[in-house]
């Protein structure tokens, strides 16, 4: 039973960190941080990202400008652009080590120990890419919040709102904490369903040792 769950819960907590992973690529990439209406003219919206800003138009066009200089940017887009990266590499090597400790996986079958080190390390990599993720998204969308409701801005000035991309980053930082936490899980029931190294294995010599030792005892007794 203990090594039913295991499988179940490696292969769930694989499947939640590899959706975790990509879903996190795309927040990073993807300009869709910050969307902007403007009253004067509703047939453009602005859409903000890490690192560029897109006018999308009525007719469908989408004109794109990269961020002029890393320096220049807000102190919450330049270190979400650093923490999104970090969690992007940390959210691959995660996936790698755990791949290398599930159970259906050939490599280091006669390690148990090693497999089940491989899983927790894995684990406890992707909880941490899960975090690196959820804290850049969540303080930009404070200070979108923040924005928002500064009563200092008059009302006629836009206000930037929640993109696609925040909650995609949310999604993704959960997927990857949820998927660590279920494959450190299963590194314990893989170390209790894995049966011990057999102890017959020295039988053989056993035997044959006593089988040498009859004869020459049978031999001994006729000579005498």
């Known amino acids: 039973m203990a090594g039913g769950w295991g499988a179940k819960a490696q292969a769930g907590g694989m499947l939640l960190a590899l959706l975790g992973w990509v879903s996190s690529c795309v927040t990073t990439f993807v300009p869709l941080w910050k969307n902007l209406n403007l009253d004067l003219n509703e047939l453009e919206v602005w859409n903000m990202g890490l690192w560029q800003v897109c006018i999308t138009q009525e007719e469908g066009v989408v004109e794109c400008q990269a961020h002029g200089?890393?320096?220049a940017l807000p102190p919450e887009l330049r270190i979400?652009?650093?923490?999104?990266?970090?969690?992007?590499?940390?959210?691959?090597l995660g996936c790698l080590l755990a791949a290398l400790g599930l159970d259906s996986w050939r490599a280091c079958e006669d390690k148990p120990g090693q497999k089940q080190r491989l899983l927790l390390a894995g684990g406890a990599v992707l909880g941490t890419a899960g975090i690196t993720t959820l804290v850049p998204v969540s303080w930009v969308a404070y200070d979108t919040v923040l924005d928002f409701?500064?009563?200092t801005v008059p009302d006629i000035v836009p206000r930037w709102e929640f993109g696609e991309a925040t909650f995609l980053g949310w999604f993704a930082g959960a997927f990857l904490a949820a998927g660590g936490l279920l494959l450190a899980c299963s590194a314990r029931s893989t170390s209790t369903a894995m049966p011990p190294a057999p102890a017959c294995s020295q039988l053989p010599a056993t035997r044959a040792a006593g089988g040498v030792h009859h004869p020459h005892t049978k031999i001994a007794d006729l000579v005498i």
């Open 69 to 71: 200089s890393f320096l």
């Open 80 to 92: 979400s652009r650093l923490l999104m990266c970090v969690s992007n590499g940390l959210g691959l």
């Open 149 to 151: 409701w500064d009563e």
